[in-house]
C-alpha cells in the first residue's frame, strides 16, 4: 500500500526538521553549548540518524558526521544509547569519567579511519554532554535530544539538565502535535480552495482535486444527490472514461447508494464485493475506493469518492482525512447552490503555532478576528483557543512589546511555550510563570510580554492576567466586569502572577483585545475610551461571538481606517 497522501514522505520531513531546528534554536539560545541535536531511532532498521542538528563550526560537523548516522549499538553504546537503555537523562561532565568511554572509543577507532576517530574522540574529550530520552506521552521512546559544551567553559550540570528536560518534553510534544499540524494545514488549504470558489461546477471540480491530492488517489469523482428522483449523478469526475458523465446511481443502490441513504463513510473491502456495481468497477477498472458522504446538518448533497486501479489502496486513515475534507465541502456547496451570502474566509496569517479557523470547544461558542496592522503580517500579538486535556477549554492572548520579524518571531514562542505548559498545568498562573521562566532569557533587552489566559471549565472560569488590558466578562444579567492584572507582564523580575476565579454562566461572554483595538485612534481619541463599552453594553449579550467580533471590526475600521498596531478581537460565550 502506498504512503498516504497527506503524509507525504519529503513534506513531512521538512515540516518536523523545521520545528527541531526552532527547538534547537532555542536550547543553544538559553544555554551555551558548542553542539546540540536531535537523534531519532528507526527501531525497525535499528539505525539512529539526526532530524536536526547544530554545531558551532563545520569541522566539529563533519568530524562527527559518522557518528551521528550510524546503526544503534547498545553493545557499545554512544550517549544516545546509553541515555535510551538507562531510560533517563545522561549526564557526562567529563567522558574520561563515564564508564562507557573505552567502549565507544574502541568503536570509533574500528568504524571511522585513523584522522576521523581522532577527531571525534577529541571532541569527546573536550566537552561535557547531557543526553535526554524524547518520549511521546504513550511512552514511546523517539530518540534524544544531546547537547554538549566544550572547554574552556564550566562543565553542564544538573541545573541545565533540567532545562533540557523541559526542552526535550517541548520536542516530544511537537512531535506529536506536528503530525497533526501538518495534517491539519493540509486539510485548511484543501478547504479554503474549494471555499473560496462560488460556482457550484467549479465547486464540485475543486472537492474532487483537493479530495486527490488528500488521499494521494489517481481518480475520483463527485455524485450529486437529486432530491427529486432520490438519484445520484455524476457531476464531476477526474481520471474516468467520459462515461461516467452519463452515469446515475439510485439512494441505495451499490454501496454508494447505502453511503448516501445512511450518512456514513465507506472503504472498500473484498469481504462486500457482492454488494458493488460490478459493471461500474469493470468498466472502470476500480480496484478500491472510498465514498464520503455531503453533508450539512439534514441536507444531503451527494457523495465524493477517490479511486485507484489497485486493490487496498486506501486505508481507515483516508476514511477519516475525506471525511473530514466532506465536512469544508459540504459548506462551499452549501454557499454556492443556495446563494444566500457571501463567505468571508478568516485566518489568521502569522507567526509560528498562531492557530488557523477558530477551533471547536465544548459547551462555548467561539468568535475570533485578528487583523494585522496595514493588513500586513509580523507584529507581535499572540492569541489562541484549545481544548485542554480534562475538556475544558483555555483561551490565550497578549502582547510581545516592539515591532519586527524578531517580536514576530517571539509572539510565535510565547503561545508555543503556554500551550505546551497546558498540558502538564491548567492552572493559568502556573502556567504563566512557567513560561516567565523559560522567557526570562530569551526576550530582548526591555522587552516584555502582556499576557491574559483563562481557562473554562463548566461554570467556572479561572484567569490569571500579566498586565493586559481589554479583558472583560459580560454577564448575561447586565454586568460588565472588568478582569483587571493580577501580576506583571512575562519578563519582567518576579511577576507575582496570581490565579482569580468567578462564575462563568450559560450566556455570559468573556471578551478580549489587543491594545491594536483600544488605543485605535481618530481625532486624538481612543476607540476603547469612547467607543467600545457602550459598543459592547449594547450587543454583546444579543449578538453571538462571531457576529460580535465582526461587528467590533467594522467600528473600529469605521473609527480609524489606518491601524497603527495589529487587532485580535476574541469572545467566548458559555451556551
Same mark, same amino acid.
Given at each position: 500500500m502506498r504512503p498516504r497522501g497527506i503524509e507525504d514522505a519529503a513534506s513531512s520531513e521538512a515540516w518536523l526538521e523545521q520545528t527541531l531546528d526552532e527547538i534547537l534554536a532555542r536550547v543553544r539560545q538559553l544555554l551555551d553549548v558548542n553542539g546540540c541535536a536531535f537523534q531519532v531511532v528507526d527501531w525497525e532498521r535499528k539505525l539512529i540518524r539526526p532530524a536536526a542538528a547544530w554545531f558551532a563550526d563545520e569541522g566539529t560537523r563533519e568530524a562527527l558526521a559518522a557518528v551521528l548516522t550510524r546503526p544503534y549499538d547498545p553493545e557499545r553504546p554512544g550517549v544516545t544509547e546509553a541515555a535510551i537503555e538507562r531510560g533517563e537523562p545522561l549526564l557526562i561532565a567529563s567522558v574520561e569519567d563515564w564508564p562507557g568511554a573505552e567502549a565507544l572509543r574502541r568503536r570509533l577507532a574500528e568504524e571511522l579511519d585513523p584522522d576521523a576517530a581522532a577527531r571525534a574522540w577529541a571532541w569527546y574529550e573536550s566537552s561535557s554532554y547531557i543526553s535526554c530520552p524524547v518520549r511521546t506521552a504513550d511512552g514511546r521512546t523517539l530518540g534524544v535530544l544531546a547537547i554538549s559544551r566544550a572547554q574552556p567553559q564550566p562543565a553542564l550540570t544538573t541545573e541545565d539538565l533540567r532545562v533540557v528536560e523541559v526542552f526535550a518534553d517541548l520536542a516530544a510534544l511537537a512531535l506529536e502535535r506536528a503530525r497533526q499540524a501538518r495534517e491539519q494545514e493540509v486539510l485548511n488549504r484543501a478547504a479554503l480552495e474549494v471555499g473560496r470558489l462560488l460556482e457550484p461546477e467549479a465547486v464540485y471540480r475543486a472537492a474532487v482535486e483537493q479530495a486527490l491530492v488528500l488521499a494521494g488517489a489517481p481518480k475520483g469523482y463527485l455524485a450529486?444527490?437529486?432530491?427529486?428522483?432520490?438519484?445520484?449523478?455524476?457531476?464531476?469526475?477526474?481520471?474516468?472514461?467520459?462515461?461516467?458523465?452519463?452515469?446515475?446511481?439510485?439512494?441505495?443502490?451499490g454501496m454508494i447508494g447505502r453511503v448516501a441513504a445512511s450518512g456514513e463513510p465507506y472503504l472498500s473491502s473484498a469481504a462486500d464485493a457482492e454488494c458493488f456495481l460490478t459493471e461500474f468497477v469493470e468498466r472502470e477498472r476500480v480496484g478500491s475506493f472510498v465514498h464520503v458522504p455531503i453533508?450539512?446538518?439534514?441536507?444531503?448533497?451527494?457523495?465524493?469518492?477517490?479511486?485507484?486501479?489497485?486493490?487496498?489502496?486506501?486505508?481507515?486513515?483516508?476514511?477519516?482525512?475525506?471525511?473530514?475534507?466532506?465536512?469544508a465541502a459540504a459548506g462551499a456547496i452549501a454557499n454556492a447552490l443556495d446563494f444566500q451570502r457571501e463567505r468571508r474566509i478568516a485566518h489568521a496569517l502569522t507567526r509560528g503555532f498562531v492557530p488557523g479557523p477558530a477551533p471547536a470547544l465544548p459547551g462555548l461558542q467561539l468568535g475570533l478576528v485578528y487583523e494585522p496592522a496595514g493588513h500586513d503580517v509580523g507584529g507581535g500579538d499572540v492569541f489562541g483557543a484549545w481544548t485542554l486535556p480534562s475538556g475544558a477549554a483555555a483561551v490565550l492572548i497578549g502582547d510581545v512589546s516592539g515591532k519586527g520579524l524578531e517580536v514576530a518571531a517571539m509572539s510565535a514562542m510565547v503561545r508555543f511555550f503556554v500551550e505546551a505548559r497546558t498540558w502538564d498545568s491548567e492552572r493559568p498562573a502556573e502556567v504563566l510563570t512557567q513560561t516567565a521562566a523559560l522567557l526570562r532569557h530569551r526576550l530582548p533587552s526591555a522587552s516584555f510580554v502582556s499576557a491574559f489566559m483563562a481557562v473554562i471549565d463548566g461554570d467556572r472560569l479561572r484567569y490569571a492576567n500579566a498586565g493586559h488590558g481589554s479583558t472583560m466578562v459580560l454577564t448575561a444579567g447586565g454586568e460588565r466586569r472588568a478582569l483587571p492584572a493580577t501580576g506583571l507582564p512575562l519578563g519582567v523580575e518576579d511577576g507575582g502572577w496570581r490565579e482569580e476565579e468567578l462564575p462563568f454562566g450559560?450566556?455570559?461572554?468573556?471578551?478580549?483585545?489587543?491594545? /491594536?483595538?483600544?488605543?485605535?485612534?481618530?481625532?486624538?481619541?481612543?476607540?476603547? #475610551?469612547?467607543?467600545? +463599552?457602550? &459598543?459592547? *453594553?449594547?450587543?454583546?449579550?444579543?449578538? /453571538?461571538?462571531?457576529?460580535?467580533v465582526?461587528?467590533?471590526?467594522?467600528?473600529? #475600521?469605521?473609527?480609524? +481606517?489606518? &491601524?497603527? *498596531?495589529d487587532v485580535v478581537i476574541l469572545a467566548v460565550r458559555r451556551c
Open positions: 450529486r444527490f437529486e432530491p427529486a428522483t432520490e438519484e445520484l449523478r455524476i457531476v464531476a469526475a477526474v481520471g474516468f472514461t467520459n462515461d461516467v458523465a452519463r452515469t446515475r446511481f439510485k439512494l441505495g443502490e453533508v450539512l446538518g439534514p441536507r444531503l448533497f451527494g457523495v465524493l469518492n477517490v479511486s485507484s486501479d489497485e486493490p487496498a489502496w486506501f486505508d481507515a486513515h483516508t476514511l477519516e482525512v475525506l471525511t473530514a475534507f466532506a465536512r450559560l450566556g455570559d461572554v468573556l471578551f478580549c483585545a489587543t491594545d /491594536g483595538l483600544a488605543e485605535a485612534r481618530r481625532d486624538g481619541q481612543f476607540f476603547g #475610551e469612547v467607543r467600545l +463599552p457602550a &459598543l459592547l *453594553d449594547e450587543h454583546a449579550r444579543r449578538l /453571538g461571538p462571531e457576529a460580535l465582526a461587528l467590533v471590526r467594522r467600528e473600529v #475600521e469605521a473609527w480609524a +481606517p489606518e &491601524l497603527n *498596531d
